[in-house]
């Protein structure tokens, strides 16, 4: 687990939404998916680890948090469309990316909202750490062009501070929002 806390980008995305039904796509430990269920939302979380799975199902326990923790691989599982108002996908870095983006978006609601997060391409020369194969790497550009019919409020790179052997260094990530727009 990379912390017990929320990433930041995904808890300052969420921090202005009235909660309401949420899906995390590969939650892993469930970082994420269980901070947004302590904060009221109804969560479904998946990743086809089941020991990630296992792990966010024991912390879930002992924090009194219920969410719906599921083992599924997201390249293949199709959630139910249009019921959601918030998908995160947070460091899910996959050749399959584009059909992942693309049922995501489907299983938003009117006025839903998409937050993605990941490892940029540029984090192999202007960063530290994550995947170093470009084509799993993301840019904004490439995941917008994954979203056809939301509006995209938020795409860009942003800085993470990471520490590497004791030594403050920056990381580089894709970061988009975007919305399904409301219904008539
Ligand atoms: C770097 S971790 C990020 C976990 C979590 N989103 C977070 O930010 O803490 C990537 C996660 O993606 C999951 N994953 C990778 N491929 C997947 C797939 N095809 N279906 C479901 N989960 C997958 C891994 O098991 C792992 O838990």
Redesign the pocket.
């Known amino acids: 687990m990379?912390s017990s806390g929320p990433?930041r980008f995904v808890a300052e995305e969420c921090a202005d939404l009235v909660p309401g039904r949420a899906l995390?796509l590969?939650?892993?430990?469930g970082?994420?998916a269980l901070w947004l269920a302590e904060a009221g939302w109804t969560v479904t979380a998946?990743?086809?680890?089941a020991v990630?799975i296992g792990r966010a199902r024991g912390v879930a326990e002992q924090r009194g948090v219920s969410a719906e923790l599921l083992v599924?691989?997201?390249?293949v599982w199709t959630p139910p469309a249009g019921v959601f108002d918030l998908v995160v996908i947070?460091?899910?870095h996959?050749p399959e990316m584009d059909g992942v983006l693309g049922r995501a978006a489907e299983a938003l609601a009117p006025g839903g909202v998409l937050v993605f997060v990941g490892h940029d391409r540029t984090n192999l020369v202007d960063g530290v750490g994550g995947p170093q194969d470009p084509d799993v790497l993301h840019t904004p550009s490439g995941v917008t062009a994954a979203l056809p019919g939301l509006t995209v409020q938020r795409a860009e790179r942003v800085k993470r501070a990471v520490e590497v052997d004791g030594e403050p260094r920056f990381a580089v990530d894709t970061l988009v929002r975007a919305v399904r727009p409301p219904c008539c």
């Open positions: 990379w990433n995390d590969a939650c892993g430990e970082r994420n998946v990743d086809f680890s990630a599924e691989d997201v390249t947070a460091y899910l996959l």
